[in-house]
Each structure stands twice: as structure tokens, then as C-alpha cells.
């Protein structure tokens, strides 16, 4: 069974630029959330769906900050215009609906480099 | 939710059994006590969580004492693949939002 995916791995941009990241949860994990880690921080929970509807979303920094998922199945996190600040590791993970276990899925994360 | 304490770092030997103690002095009754571990560029994978007493599966062992104010996460045996860092987290995992900690750093040495 595949993991949680990302992509990209790594993205480079200049201050001002926008950037999209992907996320594909496990097979039939209602449950997706994002979290990020920037330049030296701990890891910081952004938001939370249930299929495609936002669960929580009280992490998110500020409105520079879009994230979608569309028919409840891969998620988006816009970042636009991106900031300095924004540089940092972007990590996806998934849970299964009724399961509220403490127990996530990471995928390996998004590095994004912003210049 | 309630903040935890745990070494920044430990040094172990390959062969040794690593103990990592976390404390959360104000955990609350419906908090359980969950550890992850973390890889260089990998994202965190769930190890161990227990309640109370003791919990033991293939990975770590995870002690807890009857006040539950400290927890004890068990490597036995380290091998240098077992480099990472080890968080400690507590929670009642309503909606499943885990607050991650500095973790401690495990080096294994040859």
C-alpha cells in the first residue's frame, strides 16, 4: 500500500512567487492534515480536512496561505505571494476517518526554499 | 494541552538499550501518551503510545509510571539506523492535532 505522497520534494523560489504543493493521502483516509517546520521551529500543525470539507484550521499563518481538496481526495497548499518567512519543511499526513488515535501518517515533506 | 519536557539530545553505542524520559507533569485523565520518531529528510512515523503501566511492541517499549507524569520510551538493542529524533507528545487526540516538542536527538555510535 502506497504512503502519503508529496510533491515536489524540494521547490525554489524567489520572495514574491507562488508555489503549490501537493499531497496525496493513503487510500481511503478521510483524514488530511498539513504541518510545516520553518527554519528551525518545531513542527507546527497548519489545518485539518475530513474528506473535503476544512475541520480546523487555526494553524494557518495568514492569508497568503490556500489549501484545497477537491472531491476529498489530494490536497493543495498555495502559498502566495510567498515570504522569507515561509521557507521551512511543508509535511502532509493522513488518518482514517473514525480514528482519532493520535497516530498520523506523514509523508516525507515539501522542502520549500523561498530567496 | 499539556507541555512536555524531554532531553535535547543522547549519545548511545550500537548493542545498548537507549531510555528517553519525557515528563508532562499536567497531563490530563483523557491525554495519552504517544511517541514518534523522525528521520533526516523523512517525515515523522508513529512508534509507540500507551495510557498507563506498560506498552511493548516490536519497535520500543513505553513505561509509565501510576502518576502518569512522566514517560519512559525504551529502545533496546539501538543499531545506527536508529539515528533520529524521538518526540514525546500528549494529548487527547480529539481531531487528531498532535503539538510536536523539540524532540530528543538520539546519535547511535559504532
Known amino acids: 500500500e502506497a504512503g502519503v505522497t508529496q510533491f515536489p520534494s524540494h521547490s525554489v523560489i524567489e520572495k514574491g512567487q507562488t508555489v503549490t504543493l501537493r499531497c496525496d493521502p493513503i487510500?481511503?483516509?478521510?483524514?488530511l492534515y498539513w504541518y510545516r517546520r520553518v527554519m528551525g521551529k518545531e513542527i507546527k500543525f497548519l489545518l485539518h480536512?475530513?474528506?473535503?470539507?476544512?475541520?480546523?484550521e487555526s494553524g494557518m499563518p495568514n492569508n497568503r496561505f490556500l489549501a484545497e481538496r477537491t472531491g476529498g481526495t489530494y490536497s493543495t497548499l498555495k502559498v502566495q505571494p510567498a515570504e522569507l518567512e515561509d521557507s521551512g519543511v511543508y509535511f502532509c499526513?493522513?488518518?482514517?476517518?473514525?480514528?482519532?488515535?493520535?497516530?498520523?501518517?506523514f509523508g516525507e515533506g515539501s522542502r520549500l526554499t523561498v530567496l | 494541552l499539556a507541555k512536555t519536557t524531554q532531553p535535547i539530545s543522547m549519545d548511545s553505542y550500537e548493542g545498548q538499550e537507549v531510555n528517553i524520559t519525557c515528563s508532562h507533569n499536567?497531563?490530563?485523565?483523557?491525554?495519552?501518551i504517544t511517541w514518534y520518531q523522525q528521520f533526516p529528510s523523512q517525515g515523522p512515523r508513529f512508534i509507540i503510545q500507551?495510557?498507563?503501566t506498560k506498552v511493548t511492541n516490536e519497535v520500543a517499549s513505553l513505561f509509565i509510571p501510576a502518576d502518569r507524569k512522566s514517560s519512559t520510551l525504551s529502545l533496546p538493542r539501538v543499531s545506527l539506523s536508529d539515528t533520529a529524533v524521538y518526540y514525546c507528545?500528549?494529548?487527547?487526540?480529539?481531531?487528531?492535532?498532535?503539538?510536536f516538542g523539540g524532540g530528543t536527538r538520539v546519535l547511535v555510535k559504532p
Open positions: 499526513a493522513s488518518s482514517h476517518r473514525e480514528e482519532n488515535t493520535g497516530e498520523l501518517f
Open positions: 487510500s481511503g483516509h478521510d483524514n
Open positions: 480536512f475530513v474528506k473535503e470539507s476544512k475541520q480546523d
Open positions: 499536567n497531563i490530563a485523565t483523557n491525554d495519552y
Open positions: 500507551g495510557y498507563k
Open positions: 507528545l500528549v494529548g487527547d487526540w480529539v481531531g487528531n492535532k498532535l503539538t
